[in-house]
Every structure is written in structure tokens, then in C-alpha cells.
């Protein structure tokens, strides 16, 4: 499994379970003020927070940071990936849903987010990978470099309700990249939503609101 996974804990007896995974670089402490703001309207809702294996980015250098997986290349509305890297940060979620699965937590009240690259992963998973039901899938800043060339997914992916966000002044994943995302779910007949907002590569506040509306919905 990802290890050194964080876990905030529900204020309620836990019903439901967000995997949140982070960014490029970053740790599994980024999206921890996250949930906790989020807590109060969701208070059954458990969130893990895993961390990324430390490990060498092509593109930067080859310097050693936080990755889910190497990213070898950058053109315009593309990225070149080590796709073993990616399956193992797949299989890995995936344990950690079966564990939620298996501890009690339904399937359909079971989440996943992901931030940048974090959302690349979780994007992979829920769609290419989980074959059983799921909560919903919320992709924030994102991009799909596994969408192409597949042409239809299963009938249980397919209705895996997903809120695409990203900022309109992106510099790091642009906004293109994240709106190619929400086309193809639509190709596949996914029920997704768009929001995007006046922010660059981050989360707002606005946005924070929007999350805690969404999860909501989904759990009534």
C-alpha cells in the first residue's frame, strides 16, 4: 500500500471516505487544512491523504522530489510519462480503496481526488482501472495522459459522477489540458461538471465551498 498515508479522521462514526492525492513536489500534509475545513459540513466523511514515493523528474533535472510518477517530457497540451511508474501509483490506490471497501465503507460513498499529477493518477484509476462502483471522482488542476486512444469504457465507470476544476491562468497544466479532460468524459457519457476559476496553478476558497457543495450532493 502508500505508505505514511495521512488520515483525518471523521468527527462522526465514517460512512464515507475521500482518497485525496497530491501534487508534483508537494506532500501529503498540502490538502490536510483542506479537509479540515471541510469536516464541519461532512462530518462523516474520513479523508486520506497518502504520500507520493520520493524519486527522480526527468523534467526537472532529474532531481529527487515527491512524484507519482517520472514525467520525461513537456510539449503543448501533452506530457511524456514512465507509465510503470503511473500503474504502481494506480495499483496502490486502488489497495487503499479496497481497504475503505472492506473496512465497511460502500463503494458509492467512496472518493477520489487529485491535484496536478495527483489527478492524473486518480483520473487513470477510476476510469481505467476500478471496475466496481465509486462515489465520484474530483479532478482539480489536472490532465488525462492515459485518455487517448481509448475508446469506450465500462458501464460502472461511466456513472462516476466527476467535478473537473482548474484555474483559468494555469501556467503548469493549461487550461486546455484540463478542459480536454471534462470533453472526453462527455465522449464516454460520464455525468461531469466543469468549474473554473480566477486563480493560476492552486485552490481558492470559492473553489473549497464548491467542494464541500459537490460531496454533499453526492452523499444525499
Known amino acids: 500500500m502508500i505508505k505514511n498515508a495521512l488520515i483525518v479522521e471523521s468527527l462522526q462514526p465514517a460512512d464515507a471516505c475521500v ?18 475545513m471541510l469536516q464541519p459540513q461532512l462530518p462523516s466523511m474520513r479523508f486520506i491523504l497518502p504520500q507520493a514515493p ?16 517520472d514525467i520525461l517530457s513537456i510539449s503543448p497540451g501533452k506530457r511524456a510519462i514512465n507509465s510503470e511508474q503511473l500503474e504502481a501509483s494506480a495499483q496502490q490506490l486502488i ?12 463503494p ?26 465509486l462515489g465520484g471522482v474530483l479532478a482539480l488542476s489536472t490532465y488525462a495522459p492515459t485518455f487517448e486512444n481509448v475508446s469506450a469504457i465500462s458501464p460502472l465507470q461511466a456513472r462516476t459522477p466527476t467535478l473537473c476544476m482548474h484555474g483559468r491562468n494555469d ?31 492552486a485552490v481558492c476558497q470559492e473553489q473549497i465551498t464548491d467542494i464541500g457543495n459537490w460531496l454533499s450532493t453526492q452523499l444525499q
Open 19 to 36: 482518497i485525496w492525492l497530491h501534487g508534483l513536489g508537494a506532500d501529503r500534509t498540502d490538502f490536510e487544512p483542506v479537509a479540515r
Open 54 to 69: 520520493t524519486q527522480a523528474v526527468t523534467i526537472n533535472g532529474g532531481y529527487v522530489m515527491p512524484s507519482w510518477y
Open 95 to 106: 489497495t487503499l480503496m479496497e481497504q475503505q471497501r472492506d473496512s465497511g465503507i460502500s
Open 108 to 133: 458509492t460513498r467512496l472518493f477520489l481526488a487529485g491535484f496536478s499529477q495527483g489527478g492524473a493518477v486518480v483520473l487513470h484509476t477510476a476510469f481505467l482501472r476500478w471496475n466496481e462502483a
Open 171 to 201: 501556467p503548469v497544466v493549461p487550461f486546455a489540458m484540463g478542459q480536454a479532460v471534462q470533453q472526453q468524459l462527455n465522449v464516454w457519457g460520464v455525468p461531469v461538471s466543469w468549474q473554473d476559476y480566477p486563480m493560476e496553478h
